[in-house]
């Protein structure tokens, strides 16, 4: 598995932004798609954004687009999460997670492995 480690979460007023990261380690990470996914307090995990190896395909959940936007960074070995006009709703810990395949989606089971989470406050 991949060993992933987020940071650049934190507090931020509505209508801000932050910038997660997402470092990976361990075994090569080539040809895996990249996932965030956040869980608010009292709520169930739910599906943010993907990117595939390429960065060629890219998919949201419906309240984030237009705000987030995914990257990567292979060279690097990073994933990004360039979070903008940040709303109290986004209040969660967010999670960078691996699936090692190129197929982008949310869903949570073909993901095998997960950070350790990074939270992000949004005060109104």
């Known amino acids: 598995q991949v060993q992933l480690v987020e940071s650049g979460g934190g507090l931020v007023q509505a209508g801000g932004s932050l910038r997660l990261s997402c470092a990976a380690s361990?075994?090569?990470?080539?040809?895996?798609?990249m996932g965030w996914f956040r869980q608010a307090p009292g709520k169930e995990r739910k599906f943010v954004a993907a990117?595939?190896?390429?960065?060629?395909?890219?998919r949201y959940e419906d309240s984030v687009k237009g705000r987030f936007t995914i990257s990567r960074d292979n060279a690097k070995n990073m994933v990004y999460l360039q979070m903008n006009s940040l709303k109290p709703e986004d209040t969660a810990v967010y999670y960078c997670?691996?699936?090692?395949?190129?197929?982008?989606?949310?869903?949570?089971?073909?993901?095998?492995?997960w950070g350790q989470g990074t939270q992000v406050t949004v005060s109104a």
């Open positions: 997670a691996a699936k090692p395949d190129s197929a982008v989606n949310g869903r949570e089971y073909e993901y095998n492995s």
């Open positions: 361990g075994r090569t990470f080539i040809g895996y798609a």
């Open positions: 990117i595939n190896w390429s960065g060629g395909i890219i």
